[in-house]
């Protein structure tokens, strides 16, 4: 829990020392699956203090692919 507590506390300090806002951003990954179609990924980024919102709608939905796990979910790599 310390550490835990910790981390936040580090966190928050970064959050405070970057102006508040928000930023929009939005790219494409490659999905590996058999079809191959684009993977949307949309962000909204809202800075406020020492909080951050991270919102993802618009993002394509999740994917049944492993594209998130670098391993190939062989659980022998984690």
Known sequence: AA????????????LR?????????????????????????????TIKGDEAVLDFTGSDPQ???SLNVPSGGDPRHT
């Open 3 to 14: 550490l835990l507590d910790h981390a936040e506390a580090q966190v928050r300090d970064v």
């Open 17 to 45: 020392s970057m102006p508040d806002g928000t930023w929009e951003f939005a790219d494409y990954a490659d999905e590996d699956s058999v079809e191959a179609n684009p993977c949307r990924l949309k962000l909204r980024l």
């Open 63 to 65: 994917l049944g692919s």
